[in-house]
Each structure stands twice: as structure tokens, then as C-alpha cells.
């Protein structure tokens, strides 16, 4: 019988809960508690601008449990609107924030895991307080702009950043009519992005009539009246009736840092494969902790709900008595643009020159289909090889839905350390309303011999 263990969890989103239910699964005997500072727990973040643009109609649909479901289904005591102010690491005790009741309460714990997630960078003059400057990073974020767009006669939107997120969230609003110009510091939009892909997808936001302006250094809000009502790039003002900050994700730190938990060189909590902290009674899983990224075999940050549901379970399981590690990561990740796909996986060109690597790359464009079936599209594909081992090191796809699959299948070859030209030596499966007779793969990794 496994002995009975106290266990805290700080976190709501996908991490925590995850750690909390497998905690609970892995010993019985466990109790645990988890907080969270909003009012929700169990959220699909990723699901979010597919509600704003009205393609999943209510938002609550994204709420997978209440408080009250959890602790039904789960066993585990859920504690919303409560603030977890501060965590003292001698007497094991966190210090909470009742914010329903505005009180300070005291909890012990054997065990705590931090899943304090991340949270949306800002810029500075762009309060997200002022009623139409807004992020899109949590369900009230999500709730708060939906309300405005519904309630406002809203004619036209500035998305500064063209990451995930400013690609997705203007689809959402132009779906709503609203005309979108989107804001980049660098050249061209998703600046992580290779080249190829870049240029394919600017002709996009092309298309759908999305204005994007690159290579804007420094950009100002000209507010009045407690609204912003333009924004300022060089000597031009673009008039606006609502801001939607876009410009990446940041670790939520704060509690470790508190606690001198030690921090990693990305800024987020730096773990082993046991998502252990520096503090042996504390676990840290979820888009605030360093990760091992398993191609360049250092630490990392990959801040992506799949990872954070997975070190979710890993954390809750080592707190509970278990003893298993995490296995190094590849970056895996899509993102839909209007009617076409991006993924990435593994190294960009970029990422792998900063890392060291001197690469080789294969390039490809061709059909997903073959010509003469209906939905027949071009599909463009490019792998990077380590110029050394000639291992796959990363790759990118765009096109329709089956990027992810390709992806997916790279992914694969990358933790198995295959050697790029093995992509011309594979049986692809072939049927017309499925596949094409000559795989895009296939085309790829002959040209590296």
C-alpha cells in the first residue's frame, strides 16, 4: 500500500490538472489539492480562436471540467480564484489568497508541483487594462474580446505579432468581417519560419485581404479618453478600433523565483528528467520549466500544451511516489492559415545555424494528390540534415492536412536519429482519393543522395 502523501498543485491549465488526476490515479492514498487564480480550470487554450471566430460556438465548450467534475471524476480538490501568493520552502507551506473571500490561508504540503504555465508577453504603452487593447491567452482573455466584438460596431482590428496565435486570430476576425492589418518587427510574417514558407504564407493574408506590414521597429499607442484609437509606426498613425498584442509567450516564474527555485538561461525553471526543482520536495511541468530538446541535446523552451499534458502526468506520478523520467522533446507544431497548413518540426534553418550545425537542405513542391483527382493540390516540403551525421534534423510543410502527417513521420525519424536519404528508401502508401503515386518524401530525400 503506498503511504499517504500530501500533494499541492499550483496551475489550472493543462499541466495541472494532469499531474493532479495521475497523482491521484498512481497513489489513492494521496491527497491533493490543486489552485488555480482564475475561474476556470481544464481549458483548451488551442481551441480559442476557432471559438472567437465563431467555428465552435460557446466558448464553454473549451471548459472540459468545472471544479466540481474534477473532483468527482478525479478525486483531486480544486480551489479556483485562489492566488498562490508565495511558497515557504522550510516549513512547506504555500501561502494562498482567497480571492472569492479576500482572505490568506495556509496550506502544508509533502509535495508541490508548480504548473504556473506562461503568460502573454506586452509592450510597453499597451495595457491590456485600456477596454480595447487586448491578448488572447486565457478563457477571460478570449471572453473579454469576444464581448467587445460583439457589442462594438468593430470595422477594422491591428494584430501586432504574426506568430501562431496573430495568424490564427486573423482569420477569426476577418470570419467576422472585421478588416485586420497585422504589425511584424520582422520582415516577413511567422519570422521563425524559413523563407519558402514565409513567402506562401504573406500570398495568404494576400488573398484574404489581411494587410501586413513588416520591418516595424518601433511602435507606439496614441491613446485618449482610456481607449487607444491609433497606432503609431514611424511618421504614419493607423486608426484602429481595437489592439490584439500577439508578440509571444513568457514562463510564469514567478512563485519559483520567489521560492529561489534555480532558473534556467531560457528564464523558465530549470528541472531533471524527473521534473524535479532545485528543491527536492518541489516539481515544476507545463510551459514554466525547461525541457531537453532532442535534437540539439540541450535545454530548451517549448512552450506547447501536448508537452505540458505530458509533464503534467510524468510530475503528478514522481510527486505520488513514482520514478519515471520525461524523454527528450522535438518540436512538433502546426498552425492553420486560412485554408492552407504550416507545420515545423524539429530545427528551423535558423535554429540549427544558431545551434551550430552546418546543414543540408532538400526543398520540394508537389501534389498531394495525384492531378486528376478532385481536392489534387501543390504541397510544398522542406528537410534539413546535419551536413556531419546526415541525421534529419527538422523540417517544415505547407499545404493542406496532410502536413501533419508528414510531420509526424519526421518526428519519428528525428528521435530515431535516421539519416535524411532513408526518406527515398520508404514503402509510402499510394491510393488516388488518398495519396499521391510519387510521395512528396520521397522526392525530398532523394536529393540527398
Known sequence: MKRTVKII?????????????????????????????????????????YVLSGEIDDYRKIVFFSPE?????????VFVKHFVQEIDTKKKQIIVKDLIEDKS?????????????????????????????????????????????????????????????????????????????IIERESKPLPDADKEFSDEILKILN?????????????????????????????????TDLVLLSVGFEPDTFLARSAKLEIGKSGAIKVDQYLRTSDRFIY??????????????????????????????IAGENAAGGNIKYE????NISVKIFDKFYASVGLSSVEATRNGFGIEESFAKARNLVAVMQGSNYVFGKVLADKNSKRIIG???????????????????????????????????????????????????????
Open 395 to 449: 523540417a517544415s510543410f505547407f499545404g493542406g492536412k496532410e502536413v501533419s502527417g508528414y510531420a509526424d513521420l519526421i518526428a519519428a525519424l528525428i528521435k530515431l536519429k535516421v539519416p535524411a536519404s532513408t526518406l527515398s528508401k520508404i514503402n509510402y502508401n499510394y491510393t488516388p482519393p488518398l495519396s499521391p503515386f510519387v510521395n512528396l518524401l520521397n522526392i525530398i530525400g532523394k536529393k540527398f543522395g
Open 105 to 181: 490561508l495556509e496550506h502544508d504540503y509533502d509535495r508541490l508541483i508548480l504548473a504556473t504555465g506562461s503568460k502573454a508577453k506586452t509592450l510597453p504603452g499597451f495595457d491590456t487594462q485600456l477596454k480595447n487593447i487586448f491578448s488572447l491567452k486565457n478563457i477571460n482573455d478570449l471572453i473579454r474580446l469576444d464581448k467587445f466584438v460583439k457589442e462594438k460596431q468593430i470595422v477594422n482590428a491591428i494584430i501586432i505579432g504574426s506568430g501562431y496565435i496573430g495568424l490564427e486570430a486573423a482569420e477569426a476576425l476577418i470570419k467576422r468581417n472585421i478588416q485586420v492589418k
Open 9 to 49: 498543485v499550483v496551475g489550472g491549465n493543462a499541466a495541472g490538472p494532469a499531474a493532479a488526476a495521475k497523482a491521484k490515479r498512481y497513489n489513492p492514498n494521496a491527497k491533493i489539492l490543486l489552485f488555480e487564480a482564475s475561474e476556470f480550470i481544464s481549458t483548451g487554450t488551442c481551441e480559442m480562436p
Open 284 to 313: 515544476a511541468a507545463g510551459d514554466n520549466v525547461e525541457i531537453i530538446n532532442a535534437v540539439t541535446g540541450k535545454s530548451d523552451y517549448i512552450p506547447l500544451a501536448t508537452h505540458a499534458y505530458d509533464l503534467g502526468h
Open 207 to 239: 488573398q484574404y485581404k489581411v494587410e501586413f506590414i513588416g520591418d516595424v521597429k518601433e511602435v507606439e499607442p496614441v491613446i485618449s479618453d482610456d481607449k487607444l484609437v491609433a497606432v503609431r509606426i514611424s511618421d504614419k498613425f493607423l486608426v
Open 328 to 331: 527528450p522533446v522535438v518540436k
Open 69 to 77: 467534475s474534477f473532483q468527482k471524476e478525479k478525486g483531486v480538490k
